[in-house]
C-alpha cells in the first residue's frame, strides 16, 4: 500500500487548506484512516482520523472545530480541510492507513504511512 499526500503549502494565519492522501491499494477502503503531524522540536501529534465508511470521526482538542477530516471510498482518497490555521499548525502532516476497520489515535495500529506533506502558516 502506498499513500500520497499532497495540498501543503505556505499560508497566513486564518487562511485554509485542503490536504489530500491517494491510497494506491483498493483494499485498503476498508479500513480507518488517520493525519498526523510532526512539528520540529515536538513529538509526532495525533490530528484526526476517520472509521472505514466515513460514519466516524475523532479530532485532536487543538485543531476541534477548525479541522474536517474525510473520505471518498471510491476513489481511496482521504481529505482533511483546514480552515482557520494557526501558526502552531505548522508541521510536515502525515496520512496513515490503520489495521483496523475503526479509527484510533494511537499511531501504533497505523501500518501505512506517506511521505509527508508541509504546512507553513505565517503569522
Known amino acids: 500500500v502506498r499513500l500520497q499526500a499532497s495540498g501543503g503549502g505556505l499560508v497566513q494565519a486564518g487562511d485554509s487548506l485542503r490536504l489530500s492522501c491517494a491510497v494506491s491499494r483498493r483494499t485498503s477502503t476498508n479500513n480507518a484512516m488517520a493525519w498526523f503531524r510532526h512539528a520540529p522540536g515536538k513529538d509526532r501529534e495525533f490530528v484526526a482520523a476517520?472509521?472505514?465508511?466515513?460514519?466516524?470521526?475523532e479530532y485532536a482538542d487543538s485543531v476541534k472545530g477548525r479541522f474536517t477530516i474525510s473520505r471518498d471510498r471510491a476513489s481511496g482518497t482521504m481529505y482533511l480541510q483546514m480552515n482557520t490555521l494557526k501558526p502552531e499548525d505548522t508541521a510536515v502532516y502525515y496520512c496513515?492507513?490503520?489495521?483496523?476497520?475503526?479509527?484510533?489515535?494511537?499511531?501504533?495500529?497505523?501500518?501505512?504511512w506517506g511521505q509527508g506533506t508541509q504546512v507553513t502558516v505565517s503569522s
Open positions: 496513515a492507513v490503520s489495521r483496523r476497520s475503526y479509527s484510533t489515535n494511537s499511531p501504533y495500529e497505523y501500518v501505512n
Open positions: 476517520i472509521n472505514w465508511n466515513g460514519g466516524t470521526t
